[in-house]
């Protein structure tokens, strides 16, 4: 993956070749950050396909059956093992899962769903109330974080930072000015953007000021966000047409098959409509603060904190710090999708990477060393899901921590096994949702 980012489209690396901004190649917010925890993802998908070339050219066997590989994978090992005389047998009676008409109308037409994308900004755009109080929130340490939509329009909940657990009380008591700029979880779904949250530009509560990225959602950076699109959609046409710019320079293989329906969608399809206005959005909130001294983020590596990193640098802002609110996981390739080198040598269009990266514990710490993070860019904290909220130190006590999962079906199973199996009876029990 981090090979394909140096790969020439003409005489442009494609990291230069989709610069969108100072500090911002629109590359690592396209392929590389897409969700790699499912093995049917594409990033498992090509790491197969690289890894399964590399063991046919070591062994060179005279024959090859192929069972059970998606369609355009058996194809591309087809011509790449007759290239080299190896006979290819492949088992036909493999059929696809079946394809619901709408991903495939998507697929077929990625102008369809960006559409939707602007149809559903455009609504946001004119019932949204400018945001005039935010140039004058002034803090010390800015927090950016999902929102939680309301229960219901008619009684919306107060804004609450539930990615954060104790820290906002925390800061709050320290005398310590902070400000949460919360995000949608789905932007491009109508239900996923109710507009009635977006008509409060700037609300103060005990725990600080709280604001909506897409309260900065006008007419300018709309129009901004079109011209970005259609951007993003010449450069996606020069990407598929040269196809050789998609080719594994160790085994040769032609990767331009699988990635072209990636492509039309970061490209030409949602994610491209959606990354435009996420790029616009951040720049303008970002410009419009004062100086903030010290910035937390939710780190994912998803492709909204590569807008927000590099509008954070151009703007001059302080230290910037990751915090992953949950493990680091070795099959995650977006959080293993470092290379030392582009740390060590950062350039204009290398990967956005924080200041540092929070830690909380050994483990995390020793997971971080071995995925290959610089020792000094490691950031030890404090866990503070362990602390309840009245709570005002270490009690020197051992306690259960239950943390539950994003699915309520999954949040159920693992109270039921605990409670099955859990022996030690003495300890007192917490109980933290994943978003808390």
Known sequence: MQALGESKVGIEDLTHFT??????????????SVYSLDVASLPFT????????????????????????????????????QARGIKVYADERHSAEPVRLRTRIV??????????????????????????????????????DYD????????????????????????????????????PLSLAKAKGIPTQNYKASLTATGEGRHSHLYS????????????????????????????????????????AEVLRPALMQFFYGRDAALSAFTINLWDCLLSRL???????????????????????????????????????????????????SSRSEMSNVSMPWP?????????????????????LQLLEVESLRFRPHNSRGRSGKSHVLILAEYSTPYAIRILNEFQDK???????????????
């Open 19 to 32: 610069q969108l901004r100072p500090g911002l190649s629109y590359w690592w917010m396209s392929i590389p």
């Open 46 to 81: 090509l790491v197969r396909i690289m890894l399964l070339a590399q063991i046919i050219a070591d062994k060179h066997p005279e024959t090859i059956s192929m069972v059970g590989l998606p369609r355009d994978v058996a194809n591309i090992f087809r011509r790449w093992a």
């Open 107 to 144: 697929k077929r037409f990625p102008l369809l769903a960006a559409l939707r994308v602007f149809a559903t900004h455009l609504r946001v755009t004119f019932r949204r109330k400018a945001n005039t109080y935010i140039a004058s929130a002034e803090s010390e340490v800015t927090l950016v």
């Open 148 to 183: 939680v939509a309301p229960v219901s329009p008619q009684s919306p909940a107060p804004h609450t930072s539930r990615f954060w657990g104790f820290l906002p009380t925390l800061l709050s008591e320290l005398s310590i000015t902070s400000q949460s700029i919360h995000m």
């Open 216 to 255: 900065l959602l006008g007419c300018g950076v709309f129009f901004r966000s079109i011209q970005d699109y259609f951007r993003l959609r010449r450069m996606g046409r020069s990407l598929l047409s040269n196809v050789q710019t998609f080719e594994d320079p160790k085994s040769q293989v032609s990767l």
């Open 290 to 340: 004062p100086t903030q001294r010290l910035g937390l983020y939710l780190y994912e590596n998803q492709p909204w904190e590569f807008a927000f990193q590099s509008a954070w640098r151009r703007h001059h802002h302080g230290t910037l710090v990751g915090v992953p609110h949950s493990t680091l996981v070795a099959w995650d390739l977006r959080i293993f999708g470092h290379e030392i």
């Open 355 to 375: 200041d540092f990266l929070a830690v909380n514990g050994k483990l995390m710490r020793t997971s971080a060393l071995r995925g290959g993070y610089p020792e």
């Open 422 to 436: 859990y022996i030690v009876q003495d300890l007192p029990v917490m109980y933290k949702p994943l978003s808390s």
